[in-house]
């Protein structure tokens, strides 16, 4: 027997910071729901942090509606690329693997590397080579490609052709309670930030955070966003919280966001307070602007975003709850 306090498994979601229209309001809570339903069934049994946001991210992989996976954005030369990244707050291991065009669950492979290598981090053919060594099925690049990515890219390359600037939008920050806090004018794209992230308590009181990503729309091959890198999309370590953000990446790399959230819970700052504060930092430090959720050890939590929509949803053992914080 042991007198250690047993903690409240928490599981926190996102889907995406973006524009996201009306048309695909239900399809992003209905992903998310999904994606709490799984993770949350392995907090409720015992399981680790670890296992749950692997399964919830795995799950909105899956999901077209999401931009990890299949249905992700494509290049400019009309592939998938997919950047993740797991991270354990207990052992403080990482995984992370970058630019793969063959395996449809990255996050899996980030798992993989966690578990099974030395090293933190695999690119390209290396990373497949690595996840297909340790048994995960190669895939054509083309099973990852939808007919609609085809179309949103030819149009957004005849924007850029045509000398068109990106659909620009006023941002405000939300948070928890879903009261604004603070409207700005921000300008930014709109249409390419639908990355996907989980973080996670379990009753050991061990953190955990995922982030998948097919990147920007557009982008050029090779690029690599602030998903997968540790301390900028994602982050856990059990002396702080776990954290996980969405938006454009390269302002997120500049500030390593995640960590600097992190730095403020472990600090003393509430996590619905620090998660406020990155987005705020982020937008007027750089101009930057994306969506972030964060949990504490304690297990309270917080999230923020300043586009005009976040897909996100929490599970306790309260109940689940999914919003668009719009």
Known sequence: MTNQARHTPTLL????AWAI?????????AGVRNALETGYKILARGGTALDAVEAAVTVLEDDPTFDAGRGSFLTSDGRVQLDALLMDGGRMKAGGVACVERLRNPIQAARLVLEQSPHVY?????AEQ???SHGMALIDNGELVLDRERERLTAAQARE????ADITFSGHILHDDKSPETAFPHR??????????????DA??????????GGTLNKTPGRVGDSSLIGCGCYADNLSAAVSLTGWGEPIMKLVLGKWATDRVAGGTAPEVAAREAIAYLFNRLEGHGGIILLGPDGRFGLAHNTPAMAWGLATPAGLHTGLTA
């Open 122 to 126: 695999f690119v390209g053919a290396g």
């Open 21 to 29: 229209p009306a048309d695909a309001a239900a399809a992003h809570e």
């Open 161 to 164: 052709a045509a000398g068109l």
């Open 13 to 16: 979601v996102h889907g995406g």
């Open 130 to 132: 690595f996840a297909a």
């Open 188 to 201: 930014a794209p709109m249409d390419s930030h639908d990355t996907v992230g989980a973080v996670a308590l």
């Open 204 to 213: 050991e009181g061990n953190l955990a955070a995922a982030t998948s990503t």
